[in-house]
């Protein structure tokens, strides 16, 4: 390999030419493929001639045309990833490339590809240049019109961007498609499909009146499985309509399932594609997790023909332009559809289990990154979902309203454009004529910020004080941090468990917020921005408990001085739910860590009877929510408690983990015994908050009981296994049974495997369920099952289950004799040959082996050291490697 580049943000350059319009034509065949690109071209300053440098990957050239005219060889240079005109023509002129390519031997699923058989693309982010040679960058916007022949019995549909204007048959058996799309857009957006698909169609009738045909294709065997997505779908674009008054433009959408794609999906221009895993649904294979996937992914997609299609990113540096704005739209489309403190609890727990870990390693990046080396290598938690909560924090402190107009205002100046997060930013302040210093942080500072307060009340003043304190840890590049801005939410509870009502909150001798109009306001948002900052609240009769970062305001390490009474309090009375859950967390994480230490000292283990009660009083209030009820009484995962930890230590982890569920198990018996019970239905199956709550709980409720491994339990799953209807119950109840090893987990799994085989989604799962298994020596299971007839290491979803599943699981990738590890360095390099981002985003779980003792230190090092050094490695694994390393 040649030493990879490093790219950087700051070596941003406008290009030098731009594309008016780009025909393509595809010759389809089974042995080459045929790319004619026929582009209009003209140079960014009219008369100035700079060479025409164009990406181009895996292609075979067969010819290049100026104005018509073939170009000879000294007129242009050709290397593995460029080809450069020298001297174009300084004016307006054709250009002409004819390139062949192998979409049949392409197992990396970027650029042009097969599928079980069809062809598809994949162009985000540079895979456009594995199709043509190009400028393959979203600054340069065109608009594209493709034109596709193949074989008619082969490929009886054939799919791209914008509308049909023309089709008809061939000679020799072969028929052609033309498309044309109106909008301008970035080639990362371009698509293609061909193949044998059935279609289900629908259509919607948007705002203005427009009547929009609908269809997602799929073999035509798997259509009845996609009325949940076409469901999805509708209600995102109502949705869109209704809260941001965003319409969609054109008279025709699309959906292709495929079942080999390295992402969740994509949102190219009216042509969006998914793996099959994120559209097809039915009661009996799917759950309740892959339903809600299907509304939020179908939506995020939808909604990205706004936010990244219509307005796009000048660079991929700015991609969290587009990502964690759509994921925050998507957040909230479920929220709407569904019950929003369940969502922001899943929401959050995400960032923590996911993100925190990344942006306290050595990949830890701002949202919007300042280097890279594949860009592939950053469609990350940060980019994302910590994204998302930036956006977030703009409604935080603006209101719908003024997060509405901030969106209003982006639009209306950036339609048709690429443009930066400053962008984004300018718009929301200007919408809002607010300043807000230092909030551009957020998007150059990796790391979680840690809040630190510090309350005391002043019974003779009636005032209650607030002490703030920020510090963004040290992350890789950046030793040294600026204090953020971090809107804080605050409510103050008093001693009934009512919220006050806060009249003026001073900083710094200022106001900073007052209740308006007399109206009585019981959660303020404190604008916190120094490095140390105290707020004072007047008028306050009692002391309060502080419920502080309601609603998780912003993405940072809370560090309060609450006491335990406080926290208990809270987790009873709060009237923030989320805040309620979360009060709860911090209590089960407290006890989790002294529960560890004691375990590490030999002590007997012994739990806090209050938790058992606080536990039992959740599960016995009928006025909560139950899905809330779930979320509440599950304890934080093992990594979230490691990550506390000064040395991680799995074995200790898992080991208080589990005493605590099954303590909680014993003491809570009877309670969860009646949950499971009464929450059981005959109802037929629906997608609707109240029956997948009532199957949360009682899906949590049943996993308790079988933790313990008694016969009536033993039964009790057994019975919900067989019973189910519907694939949500049966497989948590196969869950519950194969936690304890033996001849009942054995058989369970046997009969599940037999009765789902012909469903590829059901034996992912399948997969999944064994990968990440706490049962002792489980690498030897997982490696048998690479062998399995049902593998395949060229399937994304399967790798993801299996080896994926294996590595989330800490007791056994993190085996204290290696053999996780050693597992999961062969594969990495085998995959590497296969497909690099797969197996790029497998040799992440290796990052932060820092975090471990001695032995596993030098364990998974070895095994790093052993992947940067083999042959032929891609950049893809070099660059995580590398940096895992560094
Ligand atoms: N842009 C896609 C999304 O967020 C993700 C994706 C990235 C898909 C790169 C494929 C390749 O919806
Ligand atoms: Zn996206």
């Known amino acids: 390999m040649d030493v990879p580049k490093e790219i950087f943000l700051k070596d941003y350059k406008a290009p030098d030419y731009y594309f008016d319009t780009v025909d393509l034509q595809f010759q389809l065949g089974e042995e080459k493929t045929i790319v004619t690109s026929k582009i209009v071209v003209s140079p960014g300053v009219e008369g100035i001639s700079a060479p025409l440098v164009l990406h181009g990957h895996d292609l075979k050239l067969i010819s290049i045309k100026v104005n018509g005219t073939e170009l000879k ?18 004016v307006v002129f054709n250009l002409e490339i004819v390139t062949e390519i192998y979409p049949q031997l392409n197992t990396s699923l970027e650029g042009l590809y097969k599928s079980t058989g069809n062809f598809c693309t994949q162009c985000e982010a540079e895979g456009f240049r594995k199709i043509t040679y190009f400028q393959d960058r979203p600054d340069v916007m065109a608009k594209y019109t493709c034109r596709i022949e193949a074989d008619k019995t082969l490929y009886p549909v054939l799919l791209s961007n914008g509308n049909l204007i023309e089709q ?58 996609t009325a949940h997505a076409m469901y999805s779908l509708k209600a995102a674009m109502k949705w869109d309509e209704e809260v941001f008054g ?36 039915s009661p009996e294979t799917a759950t309740d997790g892959d339903y809600a996937a299907i509304l939020g992914v179908v939506g995020h997609e939808y909604f990205h023909n706004w936010t990244g299609n219509r ?10 332009l587009k990502e964690g704005l759509t994921v925050f739209r998507d957040q909230e489309f479920s929220s709407d559809l569904g019950c929003r403190t369940v969502k922001r609890i899943a929401d959050v727990s995400k960032l923590r289990i996911y993100q925190f870990p990344q942006d306290a390693g050595p990949m830890a990046h701002p949202i919007r990154p300042h280097s890279y080396i594949k860009m592939d290598n950053f469609y990350t938690v940060t980019v994302y979902e910590k994204g998302a909560e930036v956006v977030r924090m703009y409604k935080t402190m603006f209101g719908a309203s003024g997060f509405r107009k901030g969106m ?41 910020p840690i809040v630190k307060v510090a309350s005391s009340y002043d019974p003779s003043s009636q005032t209650f004080s607030l002490k703030l304190s920020q510090e963004v840890p040290p992350t890789p590049g950046q030793p040294v941090k600026e204090p953020m801005f971090i809107p804080v939410a605050v409510g103050l509870v008093d001693s009934t468990g009512k919220d006050m009502p806060l009249t003026s909150v001073y900083s710094d001798g200022s106001l900073q917020t007052v209740s308006t109009d007399g109206q009585p306001v019981f959660t303020t948002v404190l604008q916190f921005k120094k490095k140390e900052e105290e707020f004072m609240f007047k008028n306050i009769p009692e002391r309060p408990v502080p419920s502080l970062l309601r609603g998780y305001s912003a993405p940072v390490r809370l560090d309060s001085d609450l006491s335990e009474g406080d926290l208990f309090f809270l987790l009873a009375s709060d009237s923030d739910e989320f805040n309620r859950w979360e009060a709860g967390q911090v209590l089960a994480r407290k006890l989790m860590l002294s529960l560890v230490a004691d375990f590490q000292q030999q002590k007997t283990l012994v739990l806090n009877p209050k938790f058992v009660d606080g536990i039992r009083s959740i599960l016995r209030n009928t006025s909560l929510d139950k899905e809330f009820i779930a979320k509440a009484i599950t304890l934080p995962g093992q990594g979230e408690i490691m990550d506390m930890m000064e040395v991680a230590d799995p074995d200790a982890v898992h080991a208080v983990r589990n005493f605590i569920k099954k303590e909680l198990a014993v003491q809570l018996k009877d309670d969860l015994l009646a949950a499971v019970k009464s929450n059981r239905s005959s109802e037929a199956y629906t997608f609707n908050h109240d029956s997948m709550a009532r199957r949360a709980l009682k899906n949590t409720c049943l996993a308790y009981l079988a933790s ?166 891609s950049e893809n694994v070099f660059e995580i490697a590398s940096k895992s390393l560094a």
Not at 81 to 89: C, I, K, Q
Not at 181 to 204: H, I, M, N, T
């Open 311 to 320: 307005v796009t990113c000048r660079d991929w540096f700015q991609l969290t």
């Open 73 to 90: 060889g000294e007129e242009y240079k050709v290397n593995s990833r460029h080809l450069m005109l020298s001297t174009p023509p300084a």
């Open 708 to 873: 313990l491994n008694e016969p009536d339990f033993v039964e009790l799953a057994l019975h919900e296994y067989k019973s189910a209807t519907n694939m949500t119950e049966q497989f948590a109840a196969l869950a519950a049974l194969s936690q304890n090893p033996g001849q009942v987990r054995d058989d369970a799994l046997l009969d599940f495997y037999n009765k789902w085989q012909h469903e590829y989604l059901v034996v992912s799962k399948w997969f999944a369920l064994q990968a990440t298994s706490e049962i002792p020596g489980n690498v030897a299971n997982v490696q048998k099952l690479l062998s399995h007839p049902a593998f395949d290491l060229r399937n994304p979803n399967k790798v993801y289950s299996l080896i994926g599943g294996f590595c989330g699981s800490p007791v056994n990738f993190h085996a204290k004799d290696g053999s996780g590890y050693k597992f999961l360095g062969e594969i990495v390099l085998q995959l590497d040959k296969i497909n690099p981002q797969v197996a790029s985003r497998m040799v992440s779980a290796f990052s932060r082996w820092r975090r471990y003792d001695k032995t596993r230190q030098a364990l998974a090092k070895a095994q790093l050291e052993m992947i940067v050094s083999a042959n032929g490695l």
């Open 246 to 281: 965003l319409e969609y433009d054109l008279d025709l959408f699309n959906i292709v399932v495929v079942p080999d794609f390295n992402m969740g999906a994509m949102e190219n221009k009216s042509l969006n594609i998914f793996q099959s895993r994120l559209v097809l649904a």
């Open 408 to 448: 209003d205002l982006y639009f209306k100046r950036h339609d048709g454009q690429a443009v930066t997060c400053e962008d984004f930013y300018a718009a929301m302040c200007d919408a809002n004529n607010a300043q807000l210093p230092n909030f551009l942080q957020w998007y150059s500072q990796a790391g979680t």
């Open 168 to 225: 008809g048959d061939l000679e020799g058996g072969k028929h052609y498609a033309l498309w044309e799309d109106p909008f301008k857009k970035p080639s990362y957006l371009f698509a293609l499909v061909a193949g044998q698909l059935g279609c289900r169609e629908d259509s919607f009738v948007t705002c203005s009146g427009r009547n929009v045909t609908l269809r997602i294709w799929t073999p035509a065997q798997d259509l009845p499985k």
